[in-house]
Nanobody, 121 residues
Framework: QVQLVESGGGLVQAGGSLRLSCAAS????????MGWYRQAPGKQRELVAV???????NYADSVKGRFTIYRDNAKNTVSLQMNSLKPDDTAVYYC???????????????WGQGTLVTVSS
């Protein structure tokens, strides 16, 4: 069974930095896009950043220049370096990946369990 496991959330002051990590484990043949989403209280889940298997990236306008997404295809991991954090960045952050396993069914969209990032003012 393929799953995504996240780590790295926590409490940080405004202006600080955090790094989130996500590892895909299980019988994996291939992974297409990997990314991070977030959901703040009372708001819908939104895309933060995504990276293709070729390394192309896309960011939400609100995080451009502050967040950087990294990917290690050999280790099936994706990370999000978050700098200059703001209170508005407070949310539960979810790892997301399109994974092709060895079981029938094609690519499946998987989600991590979520990790809370709290930015205090």
């Amino acid at each position: 069974q393929v799953q995504l496991v996240e780590s790295g959330g926590g409490l940080v002051q405004a202006g600080g930095s955090l790094r989130l990590s996500c590892a895909a484990s299980g019988s994996i043949f291939s992974i297409r896009d990997m990314g991070w989403y977030r959901q703040a209280p009372g708001k819908q889940r939104e895309l933060v950043a995504v990276i293709t298997s070729a390394g192309r990236t896309n960011y939400a306008d609100s995080v451009k220049g502050r967040f950087t997404i990294y990917r290690d295809n050999a280790k099936n991991t994706v990370s999000l370096q978050m700098n200059s954090l703001k209170p508005d960045d407070t949310a539960v952050y979810y790892c997301n990946a399109e994974v092709l396993g060895y079981a029938p069914g094609g690519y499946r969209e998987l989600w991590g369990q979520g990790t809370l990032v709290t930015v205090s003012s």
